[in-house]
């Protein structure tokens, strides 16, 4: 099926905090020329362009960052996989700050972020890749790979040493749908234990209870409680998302992982995009004169 790239509509603003820094930050969200891809700007740093792409990478075991030319931009993955879960593939966004804002720790601020902007259908293809042969990365027990399939979908099993974590699996085919549906919600997660070792390593000080599900050695500590029963392994999928996305293009395959996280899924993209005989990139980047569909989203969030 002939698919077209995509953009915003219109420019949205966003404020938070980081994640990690605990820094106010402001972010523009903009519309971007087809064939752009998602670029982000370090608006405080003189306007320094750092594309979200494999070659300006790197990944801890806490979040995704990109650098380029001494800037970066860390913790991207959550608003990464809500581009890639509305199939935005082009967007220009303003920064002045090193740090994504958390927001509530889930994608779904970004997502209605997005659906207000409106979507904007553009007349170049899409291109995707198609996986043709299997291709993994593993660390340990943690592990990732990519089968070939007709259309992409996702399996994923954590078994953490924790009581509500101990065996959480999830297999879900990747739509709009279901990215909007069963995903975009889940917010990240994270254990008492470790926030003094994260904080006096400088990392988590802007972690509270309000932009993440935090656990002590036997329950959730949230008054709110879980948007899922299953929303630590949700939310694994949605960080996975926002990861391969930085291949460039949507993958059509099976991704099948246990126990990933950012560094690993980072590997996963290298490594596929090291071995182009595991795959076959389907669509050209050709303009077409036919007016592509309008898509159009509704988001309700269940909070
Ligand atoms: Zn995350």
Redesign the pocket.
Known sequence: MMRFQRTIKNTMAVEGIGLHSGRPVRMLLQPAAAGQGIVFIRTDLGGVEIAAAAENTSATSY?TTLSRNNASIK?V??LL?ALAGLGIDNVTIEIDGEELPILD?SAAPFVRLIVEAGIQMQSLQRSTIKITKPIFVREGSKQVALWPADSPSISYFIDFDHPLLREQAMNIPVSEESFLRELADAR?FGFLSDVQMLQANGLARGGSLENAVVLDEQKVLNKEGLRHRDEFVR??I??LI?DLSLAGMPIIGHVVAHKAG?SLNARMVKKLLEHPECWTVIGSPAATRELPQEAHYQYQASL
Do not use: Q
């Open positions: 979040a913790t993955e959550h996989a720790g990240t939310h694994k949605l960080d926002g950012h």
